[in-house]
Nanobody, 127 residues
Framework: QVQLVESGGGSVQAGGSLRLSCAAS????????MGWFRQAPGKEREGVAS????????YYADSEKGRFTISQDNAKNTVYLQMNSLKPEDTAMYYC????????????????????WGQGTQVTVSS
């Protein structure tokens, strides 16, 4: 079992930045793929970025490359999502997710393959 708690969401103007955090507790000893997903009203949940706990390999959705950075602090069991140059279309509920004993690889954005989810943190970007 893993518990995930997100924080850091809020309201910003376009062009601004936010840093999301995801603190994991419970079974955090094995390898895992940690992902950030988002879901806007009326839209499907989509993968934003992920990181593999062992190697630190990162994966990004094309639309976020260069603007978002995912990182991890294994000592703190925390994953971060630094979001820069935010756009109104980035407005969504952002969720942290974990896939235990697994790498990320080509399936990193498949939300159905993640076992554990946080409660989400809202990000609102105004124009």
């Amino acid at each position: 079992q893993v518990q995930l708690v997100e924080s850091g969401g809020g309201s910003v103007q376009a062009g601004g930045s936010l840093r999301l955090s995801c603190a994991a507790s419970g079974d955090t000893y094995g390898s895992r793929c940690m992902g950030w997903f988002r879901q806007a009203p009326g839209k499907e949940r989509e993968g934003v970025a992920s990181v593999y706990s062992i190697t630190g390999s990162t994966y990004y959705a094309d639309s976020e490359k260069g603007r978002f950075t995912i990182s991890q602090d294994n000592a703190k069991n925390t994953v971060y999502l630094q979001m820069n140059s935010l756009k109104p279309e980035d407005t969504a509920m952002y969720y942290c997710a974990a896939r235990l004993y697994s790498g990320c690889g080509g399936s990193w954005s498949r939300s159905w393959e993640y076992n554990y989810w946080g409660q989400g943190t809202q990000v609102t970007v105004s124009s």
